[in-house]
T-cell receptor, first 116, second 111 residues
Framework: GAGVSQSPSNKVTEKGKDVELRCDPISGHTALYWYRQSLGQGLEFLIYFQGNSAPDKSGLPSDRFSAERTGGSVSTLTIQRTQQEDSAVYLC??????????????FGEGSRLTVL | GESVGLHLPTLSVQEGDNSIINCAYSNSASDYFIWYKQESGKGPQFIIDIRSNMDKRQGQRVTVLLNKTVKHLSLQIAATQPGDSAVYFCAENYSGSRLTFGEGTQLTVNP
């Protein structure tokens, strides 16, 4: 497809387990963002990748969260030792290069994480 | 700025009426603003953006107004349709990669 693809769409896990969420950005988009959306709330910035530059990790809530982007394309968000407060929808977005945080971000449909 | 809570502000309008969704942003240094629409179960979708050197920008059926004096942003939707029912988010950016989103407003269009 031509849009941002995220997997899995739904993930239920037990507290303490590790999870990996995957994002396939739009081909040619060099900027990639991860956001988190809790029920009924706005989007919380997590991390930003741009080309080969060092990522902006300033939004990651704890050291249990990490993300990587391989080959400037696919990105994986990893949450270690999940906690119940990690339950949320994790949204990935990509955009064409430009000033970070501006321009049209194309969002995927998100990965819904439920930690029991 | 962002607020904490499970209950979104709501706006209910009749089909065909004009809608105005308001947003108060937090950072007086922000110079870029954007509106997104999010339908249930989907990711946000870009509607329109505006830079701080403008106070009004029009798109198709939508207009964004920016009042930097009071840090206020609004989205006007003309001739609202049932398909416009969604949660609408404003977002601001002043530097770096972080786009800061507001809490969102639930728009319901009654046929």
């Amino acid at each position: 497809g031509a849009g941002v693809s995220q997997s899995p769409s739904n993930k239920v896990t037990e507290k303490g387990k590790d999870v990996e969420l995957r994002c396939d950005p739009i081909s040619g988009h060099t900027a990639l963002y991860w956001y988190r959306q809790s029920l009924g709330q706005g989007l919380e910035f997590l991390i930003y990748f741009q080309g080969n530059s060092a990522p902006d990790k300033s939004g990651l809530p704890s050291d249990r969260f990490s993300a990587e982007r391989t080959g400037g394309s696919v990105s994986t968000l990893t949450i270690q030792r999940t906690q119940q407060e990690d339950s949320a929808v994790y949204l990935c977005a990509s955009s064409l290069a430009g000033r970070p945080g501006t321009g049209e971000l194309f969002f995927g449909e998100g990965s819904r994480l439920t930690v029991l | 700025g962002e607020s904490v809570g499970l209950h979104l502000p709501t706006l209910s309008v009749q089909e065909g009426d004009n809608s105005i969704i308001n947003c108060a942003y937090s950072n007086s240094a922000s110079d870029y603003f954007i509106w997104y629409k999010q339908e249930s179960g989907k990711g946000p979708q870009f509607i329109i953006d505006i830079r701080s050197n403008m106070d009004k920008r029009q798109g198709q059926r939508v207009t964004v107004l920016l009042n930097k004096t009071v840090k206020h942003l609004s989205l006007q939707i003309a001739a609202t349709q049932p398909g416009d029912s969604a949660v609408y988010f404003c977002a601001e950016n002043y530097s770096g990669s972080r786009l800061t989103f507001g809490e969102g407003t639930q728009l319901t269009v009654n046929p």
